[in-house]
């Protein structure tokens, strides 16, 4: 995208959305997935010295939803992680809890999400704390920006300071910052917790006239 956006001579938020969001539909956005069972199906990994010394390509076996098996073929450089996490990254243009469309080359393909692949989670919450309204999967380890009004979509920083990922039940999709007028979020530093997760975090966001509070597990270091 960078480079897409070097050929306009100071091109604006709206255009560089337009620019991202073109990319998106053709290549997805990486989603980095918790899944050490790869690794654990791929004891010997065949090694790929023609991209780097360490890129590695790793079998796994996928169900569409129309319930046809697929082996697919993934290239990964480096899959550890922080907290002893086996990233690996999969082009995606819609996650839930039971699904994922993968792109590839440009099709989407739906399939069964592996009960094993786990993915970063952020839930809209009652005022109490306590209760999920609902839920999102994000693609990475990262802070929430902001929620719709109507508390349905949530937003997430990109690379780009100029642009924030929209995801909602639809899919993803890439928006200029300015044109929605975010305001920055409260941590809420009463809140519940959780013995084993020492992460859990909860901010309060003001969109319009509706205040929102999101919990989601802060990056881990």
């Excluded at 091109?11 to 997805?28: D, M, Y």
């Excluded at 792109?103 to 999920?132: C, W």
Aim: a positive charge; hydrophobic letters at 30%; charged letters at 25%.
């Amino acid at each position: 995208m960078n480079q897409r956006a070097e050929k306009q001579p100071h091109p604006s938020s709206e255009e560089l959305a337009a620019i991202a969001n073109t990319l998106l539909r053709k290549k997805g956005l990486n989603y980095y997935f918790d899944a050490c069972e790869i690794i654990k199906l791929n004891k010997h990994p065949k090694p790929l010295p023609k991209f780097s010394p360490h890129t590695k390509l790793y079998r796994y076996p996928l169900t569409l939803s129309s319930g046809k098996s697929v082996n697919s073929e993934i290239i990964s450089e480096d899959v550890g992680g922080p907290c002893s996490n086996c990233y690996f990254a999969f082009p995606s243009w819609q996650v839930t809890r039971r699904e994922i469309v993968l792109v590839a080359e440009g099709r989407k393909y739906r399939i069964k999400r592996p009960a094993t692949f786990s993915l970063d989670q952020m839930s809209l919450v009652d005022e109490k704390m306590k209760r999920n309204i609902r839920s999102w999967e994000v693609p990475n380890e990262t802070i929430p920006e902001g929620v719709s009004e109507d508390g349905t979509k949530l937003y997430v920083p990109t690379e780009r300071e100029e642009l924030v990922l929209e995801i909602s039940e639809s899919g993803i999709q890439f928006k200029a910052r300015n044109s929605l007028q975010l305001k920055k979020g409260d941590w809420i530093k009463d809140h519940p917790t959780d013995p084993n997760n020492g992460y859990l975090s909860f901010m309060r966001f003001q969109a319009g006239e509706k205040s929102h509070i999101v919990k989601f597990s802060g990056p881990c270091t």
